[in-house]
């Protein structure tokens, strides 16, 4: 017992002096200890909770990986919705925002605080009692992941805060991943031949989506927070106040973050970080300026999208030159070619560019640019690298001009220009470039959604002859996927069992993941509402295709070719050998149930706010099962409105134009759930 009790002092003494000293060095970057110190009280803690497991609480500090893998994530509905900021480019913009603030706060003084706006993913830390007790992703703004698992390992959040708040306290922050961390991870994962991040922002959300904590927990991952939820419950009255909140109680509150007494100064802020953030261990892609009163920003609410206390100054795009080492054709997936320019790699706004799309011939004329040019490329923070201009001073010698190709880079076979376009396509549909893009688009999430089936195993399938087009996929030979490279028996079965589940997805789905040009999933979905099986598909003429709403003449074009062609004709034989799912489900056996007869049958149908028993998408699969079509907004069309929980402006448009609203559970009820 005096053993125990001793025991029981220790762990505690123990925890609070690591705590402390992992504050000093995540947090304030301010060790007080050496490495092997801190080593020695980590392992005497180690030691002791071995001898008693039953003192082991989850906000130790050896807890921080902790349970096995996950199989997915929960939901987490956020407490209050994490919008996100409009943006602006200019200072005459800022200065527009601060004109639209003081209007509607006539007579008052404002004042502003200017913070990095750091690039990286945005996360929701709940503390109940001091401890971390859940930690949530943005998501769609009202619900996000639970990775509070994931965020555990990140050793700059405490896992138990460091001084008195409240019973419940929020933090809304960013966690990223430093440049330091980011290069070495780069430099590992092409040691172990794994492929490389593009950049810090998508090192930092691939890593919080690892189902594995413990892989999480070898990622540099790191965290800054700049929002107190629901600050004033906690006593505090400015935004300011509330950054040094965040600090006093243990985290890493937002870096640098000045009070500026009026909007000049804020912008005069935003200038100074333009020109220095070059020196920061950490990507940020503006500045974000708010308001410091927690008054002032109750008063100014927000829009549906954004507060209007805030706003984001997006720092202009950045540009490089480089050089043009080679221009290479692409071929895609519906056999457009397309010029790509390999570059010698640049660093531009945030990460490495090593290649840039020309589009076509025509803008490959309009540059003028040849291989061996320098270049300049521009590219914004998540925007895509192009090449802007030609530097004509640096050109040597005469280099050729740049012609596309007549024959397919890919299979050799002519490339034809339909009249109209500016863009060649090979017409081979045996192309192997069409086949492999074909197939993991037919994969992809949103299509058929076939995990495990990423570009390296497409790849290989193609090249060796395994499989000729998507319909091949259902005919895959256990004993042969075994022998490919990087597969398994577990992922081969794995695979096949995805393959299995594939079949059963909706009939739109079915017809998006076909890849029929000009067909997305709206207009799938919009198809197999009025053509509920592939028979009936077949049937239409393409007049009546064409009648059909959002479809028009050159879908119907597109759908005609593509289901007249006997290359697909066999491929959808192949696709209705295996079992695929080739009409819309009818909903039970009752009459009345079927989509014909079902309340949503022929209806167009529009979602608004959040759903609690169902993800949209599985709604929008559910109306379309029953007949029905969903749209994204309220028109003279709309046949009826979903109103889910906080429903945004669709329901007062709804109920303007007199359309028909119901709730969710009434929804369930239509669909016969
Ligand atoms: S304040 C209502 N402050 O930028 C939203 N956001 O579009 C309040 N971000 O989703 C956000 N640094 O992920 C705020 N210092 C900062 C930020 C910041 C980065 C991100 C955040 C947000 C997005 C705004």
């Known amino acids: 017992m005096g053993a125990k009790k001793g025991a029981e002092s220790r ?36 030691s002791l909770e071995a001898e008693h497991p039953g003192l082991v609480t989850p ?11 996950a199989q997915g994530f929960e939901t987490v509905t956020h407490s209050v919705p994490m919008l996100s900021l409009d943006n602006t480019y200019s200072p005459e913009e800022l200065r527009e925002f601060d004109a639209r603030v003081r209007k509607n706060l006539p007579g008052e003084d404002v004042a502003y605080v ?23 992703t943005r998501g769609d703004g009202r619900r996000g992941d639970d990775v509070t698992a994931n965020l555990r390992t990140v050793p700059s959040i405490p896992l138990r805060l460091a001084g008195e708040l409240g019973a419940v306290v929020e933090v809304r922050g960013e966690v990223f ?4 961390g980011f290069d070495e991870l780069n430099r590992t994962r092409k040691r172990e031949e794994a492929p490389p991040f593009a950049n810090p922002r998508n090192a930092a959300a691939g890593s919080l989506k690892l189902l594995d904590p413990a892989e999480v927990a070898a990622r540099p ?11 004033s419950s906690h006593g505090v009255e400015t935004h300011h106040e509330a950054i040094a909140a965040i600090a006093a109680i243990g985290l890493r509150a937002s870096p640098e973050a000045s009070l500026c007494d009026d909007i000049e100064s804020a912008i005069e802020r935003c200038g100074e970080w333009q020109d220095s953030r070059g020196g920061l261990d950490f990507d940020i892609d503006g500045m974000v300026v708010k308001v410091d009163s927690l008054d002032q920003q109750r008063r100014l609410a927000a829009t549906a999208k954004s507060p209007r206390w805030g706003i984001a100054f ?6 490089e030159t480089t050089v043009v080492l080679d221009i290479v054709v692409q071929v895609g997936r519906t056999g457009k070619l397309t010029p790509v320019a390999i570059l010698e790699p640049v660093f531009v706004s945030g990460s490495t560019v090593s290649r840039a799309t020309l589009h076509n011939q025509d803008e490959v004329d309009r540059l003028d ?9 521009e590219k914004g923070g998540e925007v895509i690298p192009k090449v802007v201009n030609v530097v004509k001073s640096k050109r040597k010698g005469r280099p050729r001009r740049f012609r596309m190709p007549s024959k397919c880079p890919v299979c050799d076979e002519p490339v034809a220009k339909p009249s109209g376009e500016v863009d060649l396509r090979c017409e081979n549909v045996s192309c192997a470039a069409q086949v492999k893009r074909s197939i993991e ?15 390296a195993l497409v790849e290989q399938l193609v090249e060796r002859g395994i499989v000729e087009d998507f319909g091949d996929l259902y005919s895959l030979d256990r004993d042969e996927l075994i022998d490919l490279e990087r597969m398994g028996e577990k992922s081969t079965d794995n695979l096949l069992a995805e393959l299995e589940k594939s079949k059963d997805r909706p009939f739109a789905r079915l017809l998006f993941a076909l890849g029929v040009r000009h067909v997305g999933s709206r207009v799938a979905d919009v198809l197999a509402a009025e053509f509920p099986s592939m028979e009936k598909l077949r049937g239409a003429s393409e007049e009546a295709l064409a009648e059909v709403d959002e479809v028009g003449p050159v879908i119907a074009g597109s759908v005609r070719a593509f289901l007249s062609s006997k290359h697909n004709r066999a491929v959808l034989a192949k696709l209705e050998r295996a079992g695929l799912t080739m009409r819309s489900k009818r909903r039970g056996s009752r009459a009345g149930s079927s989509p014909a007869g079902s309340r949503l049958a022929g209806k167009t149908v529009v979602l608004t706010g959040s759903l609690e028993g169902m993800t949209r998408d599985e709604a929008r699969d559910a109306i379309a099962a029953a007949g029905g079509r969903v749209t994204g907004s309220v028109s003279a069309k709309t046949d009826l409105v979903v109103a889910g929980k906080d429903p945004g402006s669709k329901l007062a448009k709804a109920k303007k134009l007199g359309i028909e609203t119901i709730d969710e559970r009434r929804l369930r009820k239509l669909l016969g759930a």
């Open 11 to 46: 762990i505690d003494e123990l925890r609070q002096l690591i705590r402390h000293h992992d504050r000093k060095y995540f947090v304030e970057n301010d060790p007080e200890i050496s490495d092997r110190t801190y080593d020695r009280l980590m392992e005497e803690l180690v």
């Open 59 to 69: 906000d130790s500090p050896t807890q921080r990986v902790g349970g096995e893998p």
């Open 114 to 136: 200017v913070e990095l706006k750091l690039d990286g993913v945005s996360v929701a830390l709940t503390y109940e009692d001091g401890a971390l007790a859940r930690g949530a």
């Open 177 to 180: 991943m430093p440049r330091s």
């Open 221 to 231: 991952l790191d965290a800054f927070f700049y929002q107190l939820v629901d600050a």
């Open 314 to 319: 997006k720092f202009p795009a950045q540009s």
């Open 369 to 377: 640019v040849r291989v061996g040019d320098t270049v300049t490329i």
């Open 441 to 455: 688009h037919f994969a992809a999430r949103g299509a058929m959604d076939i995990e495990g089936l990423g570009t």
